[in-house]
């Protein structure tokens, strides 16, 4: 009875609780930069408080942020040429494009321009981000190396880290998983361009292959990528303007706390194993 009373007290507990204010419905033009001529806006976050854009004025373009409908908040100088391009699901980060090429921005990082990842000789290009901002997928132009525009994959751990997905084919990609762990694309394969599916687990790969090898029957199904490719935020959802694909789940590797685990249980039954069994097993003396 008691167990029962804490449940009905704890059910009461959260429906006295508030909900999250919703946004009510509106339409509005987006804002410019006083003095500005207009403004587009670019990509919202995931919770629709966020809108990233860019503002158009006589002397250039100007990456803005709004906040609830709130004035525009300019995050690159003035008249800068810069362009919007994405922002990240918690609205943390925003990508953009500004001479001579890519930059992401964040509250406390300010303005980092992405080819200082890239190497002096690239030239990159940002299409999309994780939820959490920490990694952004695009294309680069590596001029060291034959390829032009490989797709790339820009991680946050200790500075933004560049990873070409392919150094074999040209392409772009175009899309990433919420954690950052899948990234989608299109590379050129001859006069065509076939979409690919890259992961931390398996690397670069065809979705064709990917789904061949799960046992999906392809034939019928035009798996090609004149457009944009795109991933739900599992990733395990990817779309072309032909196709809709449901990829394999990848199999996660062991965390450290699991590996812990069974080297402890190991441990643990051959102790067990010594001091019932054996205690004089060679097991047991080392």
């Given amino acids: 009875m008691a167990v029962l009373r804490s449940a009905v007290s704890l ?14 419905p509106y339409v509005v033009t987006p804002q410019p930069l006083a003095g500005d001529s207009f403004a587009q806006a670019a990509d919202v976050s995931a919770d629709g408080r966020r809108v990233v854009g860019t503002s158009y004025g006589p002397g250039g373009t100007t990456v803005v942020l709004w906040e609830d409908l709130g004035l525009p908040a300019e995050l690159t100088p003035g008249g800068d040429s810069a362009y919007a391009i994405a922002i990240s699901g918690d609205g943390s980060t925003v990508a953009g494009a500004r001479a001579p090429g ?19 000789a690239a030239i990159p290009i940002v299409s999309a981000v994780s939820f959490d901002g920490s990694v952004w997928v695009g294309s680069c132009d590596e001029r060291s190396t034959p390829i032009d525009f490989a797709p790339v994959r820009w991680s946050d751990a200790g500075g933004p880290q560049i990873s070409y997905l392919s150094t074999a084919f040209r392409g772009v990609a ?4 919420g954690d950052g762990s899948v990234v989608v694309g299109s590379v050129y394969d001859g006069p065509s361009r076939r979409p690919f599916v890259w992961t931390t687990a398996t690397g670069f790969r065809f979705l064709e292959d990917e789904l061949a090898d ?10 090609d990528a004149i457009y944009d490719v795109h991933v739900s935020a599992d990733g395990r959802t990817v779309v072309g303007e032909h196709f809709i694909a449901r990829i394999p789940e990848p199999v996660p590797e ?8 069974v080297a402890l249980l190991g441990l643990l039954l051959r102790g067990r ?7 004089r097993a060679s097991a047991c003396t080392s």
């Fill in 254 to 261: 062991p965390s450290a706390l699991t590996a812990g685990l």
């Fill in 214 to 223: 799960a046992g999906v029957d392809t034939s019928g199904v035009a798996l």
């Fill in 11 to 24: 059910a009461l507990l959260v429906l006295a609780m508030p909900a999250a204010a919703a946004l009510d």
């Fill in 273 to 279: 194993y010594c001091a019932t069994r054996a205690p």
């Fill in 174 to 177: 175009t899309d990433v998983s």
């Fill in 102 to 120: 890519a930059f992401r921005w964040t509250a406390a990082d300010g303005l980092v321009p992405l080819e200082s990842a890239a190497g002096a």
